[in-house]
């Protein structure tokens, strides 16, 4: 079993529409969440941590239950420029225990 | 500008010729690591070091080696490449330390390797 796992995908969704990621993860002990995004042929970059009470960015809503050991990510009001693979990444105490999931591709279209 | 930066990008090479793939940071981050991201598999830990001259294997350090003589660079060596080393290749920094998990790294742009 993987230690972080994503349903890869893809997501194609229209304009406008709301559309939801999880992702689970085996390590009960971990300890910190984060989603990262990763356009097309570039590096990842932080889109937002994952607190416990679950944390809103604008459009992006980010989800924690640690019972069932999954994250989620809800973007609300989708737009083109949204279409990218979304990265779960679950850390254990040290930063090198960081584990990626291996991406859910999300495609908007006009 | 804060950046990771990455040489080369883009490599094609053939089994068995020494690469060495460079890694600069500008941001004075003591954290810096090695990934390998393959289709299905994710980013996978190749080596990191906590500090200078301090690094340690990831989960798939084989066939690699990297140093850290100076704070900003961490290249990554691949002393005898074979065709399963083929892959898109990160290198990231960050400035947390093992008790403080921020957890955000920066990537640079990635290196695209393929050996033939």
């Known amino acids: 079993r993987k230690e972080v796992e994503q349903d890869p995908g893809p997501f194609n969704v229209p304009e406008g529409a709301t559309v939801a990621f999880n992702c689970t993860y085996s390590n009960s002990a971990s300890q910190s969440f984060f989603w990262y995004r990763q356009d097309c042929r570039k590096e990842p970059k932080l889109l937002m941590s994952?607190?416990?009470s679950g944390n809103e960015d604008g459009r992006f809503t980010a989800q924690l239950n640690r019972a069932s050991q999954y994250i989620s990510l809800l973007i609300r009001d989708s737009k083109l420029s949204d279409s990218a693979t979304y990265l779960c990444?679950?850390?254990?105490?040290?930063?090198?225990?960081?584990?990626f999931g291996a991406g859910t591709r999300l495609t908007v279209k006009p | 500008e804060a950046q990771v930066t990455q040489n080369p990008r883009y490599l094609i090479t053939v089994t068995g010729k020494k690469l060495t793939v460079t890694c600069s940071q500008n941001?004075?981050?003591?954290?810096m690591s090695w990934y390998r991201q393959d289709p299905g598999l994710g980013l996978r830990q190749i080596y990191y070091s906590m500090n200078v001259e301090v690094t340690d294997k990831g989960d798939v350090p084989e066939g690699y080696k990297v140093s850290r003589k100076e704070k900003r660079n961490f290249p990554l060596i691949l002393e005898s490449p074979s065709p399963n080393q083929t892959s898109l290749y990160f290198c990231?920094?960050?400035?947390?330390?093992?008790?403080?998990?921020?957890?955000?790294?920066?990537f640079g742009e990635g290196s695209r390797l393929t050996v033939l």
């Open positions: 941001m004075n981050h003591e954290y």
């Open positions: 994952v607190y416990s």
């Open positions: 990231a920094s960050s400035s947390f330390t093992t008790t403080e998990n921020t957890g955000e790294l920066f």
């Open positions: 990444v679950v850390n254990g105490f040290n930063n090198n225990d960081m584990r």
